[in-house]
């Protein structure tokens, strides 16, 4: 999984496949941080197996996006930073990788111009559009396949537009793509 920061390059780290939340299941705030936040982002999926693709092909290696949220321990995540620790505990931990239903790519008219907004509690949080990214989706799948190779069922996060913020008991959290409402869950 991918997450894009303003860098010469994309950065990326990855999650395990127990940090998969889905299908409505609600997110239960672990115990090792008083500190959670959310991460909107476009989630594409991978349908075919791909090593040093080429950015002009990428577009043919996955064929289905959701939104999805990357949720980060901060408080773990400033910790690690500052001892010069890599920090995917504050990024990969259990269920810190909440993804929607997938609908086909083709769904949506331009994958380079798809709004995509977080609502918690009925509010507006978090909103963007792709055309906004700072690495578009093929370039983020051709660099990623310099280094790993991309398999079939691979979730890619493909970075989050401003507005990251907390999430805390009780909250309902809503993501979608355009207008159509692809993740519904709750914070217990």
């Known amino acids: 999984m991918e997450r894009t920061f303003q860098s010469t390059e994309p950065v990326i780290?990855?999650?395990?496949?127990?940090?998969?939340?889905?299908?409505?299941?609600?997110?239960?705030?672990?115990?090792?941080s008083d500190e959670?936040?959310?991460?909107?982002?476009?989630?594409?999926?991978?349908?075919?197996l791909g090593k040093n693709i080429g950015?002009?092909?990428?577009?043919?290696?996955?064929?289905?996006?959701?939104?999805?949220?990357?949720?980060?321990a901060r408080d773990l995540q400033r910790k690690q930073k500052e001892l010069g620790l890599p920090w995917e505990i504050a990024k990969g931990f259990d269920n810190s990788a909440a993804i929607g239903k997938f609908i086909s790519k083709n769904e949506v008219s331009d994958i380079r111009s798809i709004d995509l907004r977080l609502e918690i509690n009925d509010q507006t949080?978090?909103?963007?559009?792709?055309?906004?990214?700072?690495?578009?989706?093929?370039k983020i799948i051709a660099y990623i396949s310099r280094?790993?190779?991309?398999?079939?069922?691979?979730?890619?996060?493909?970075?989050?537009?401003?507005?990251?913020?907390?999430?805390?008991?009780?909250?309902?959290?809503?993501?979608?793509?355009?207008?159509r409402k692809l993740l519904d869950f709750r914070i217990k």
Request: aromatic share 14%; with cysteine; net charge negative.
């Open 13 to 32: 780290f990855m999650k395990p496949d127990t940090a998969l939340l889905k299908d409505g299941k609600p997110f239960f705030l672990p115990d090792f």
């Open 36 to 48: 959670i936040h959310y991460e909107t982002e476009l989630v594409v999926k991978i349908n075919r």
């Open 55 to 72: 950015e002009r092909f990428a577009c043919r290696y996955y064929d289905q996006i959701t939104v999805g949220i990357d949720f980060t």
């Open 125 to 138: 949080v978090q909103q963007g559009n792709t055309e906004d990214m700072i690495y578009s989706v093929d």
């Open 147 to 179: 280094f790993f190779t991309l398999k079939i069922g691979d979730l890619i996060f493909t970075g989050t537009p401003a507005g990251i913020g907390p999430v805390a008991i009780d909250d309902h959290l809503q993501g979608y793509l355009d207008d």
